[in-house]
């Protein structure tokens, strides 16, 4: 099982994640990071493959994969 870490404090909420996550398992979630972003999180860490295209599409290099 893989999983991904989000750095709160590089995410602007872009969305780019999301839109490329093969199993949409990637939201926007409610946390407001200090810059007025609302941060992505991931939503099912169990159907996560750890193909780490998300980390690879943010612009931001704000996400980890751990396999
Ligand atoms: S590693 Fe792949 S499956 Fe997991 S959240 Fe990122 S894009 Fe989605
Ligand atoms: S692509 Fe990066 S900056 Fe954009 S929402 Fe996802 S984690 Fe945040």
Redesign the pocket.
Known sequence: MAKIE?AKD?????????MNCPKKI?K?GSTMNPKGYF??EQIDESKCTGCAL?AV????M??TVYK
Request: with cysteine; aromatic share 0%; glycine share 10%.
């Open positions: 989000v590089r995410c602007k909420g872009c969305g780019l994640c999301i990637i926007i941060i992505a998300c599409m943010c612009p931001d704000a996400i």
